[in-house]
């Protein structure tokens, strides 16, 4: 089983970017599934998460900005992202917890310019 995230870039600040993970292989009890991020220099932070139910909580940073949602599948998660700022550069990864082992995607760049 594995995590792939894609949909990272370049773009200007005030633009927007869609990160997609899916979640592949054979898959028990996939419960909530979260975005971190971490920029050059700092450590990695948890920027989203969304329960298996559709509850979600966001950082302080991203909130108003950044929407989590998943797929009817249930084993898809998004990110999306509007409003970005410089500040939002980061290698982004998606994790989550099933099979009873600790799932991270490869991370996503995201590069905003000011």
């Known amino acids: 089983a594995q995590l792939v995230e894609s949909g990272g870039g370049l773009v200007q600040a005030a633009g927007s970017l869609r990160l997609p993970c899916a979640a592949s292989?054979?898959?028990?009890?996939?419960?909530?599934m979260d975005w971190y991020r971490q920029a050059p220099g700092k450590t990695r932070e948890l920027v989203a998460t969304i329960t298996s139910d559709s509850s979600t909580a966001y950082a302080d940073p991203v909130k108003g900005r950044f929407t989590i949602s998943r797929g009817n599948a249930k084993n898809t998660v998004y990110l999306q992202m509007n409003s970005l700022k410089p500040e939002d550069t980061a290698v982004y990864y998606c994790y989550a917890y099933f099979n009873s082992v600790n799932y991270w995607g490869q991370g996503t760049q995201v590069t905003v310019s000011s």
């Open positions: 292989g054979t898959i028990f009890s996939l419960n909530a």
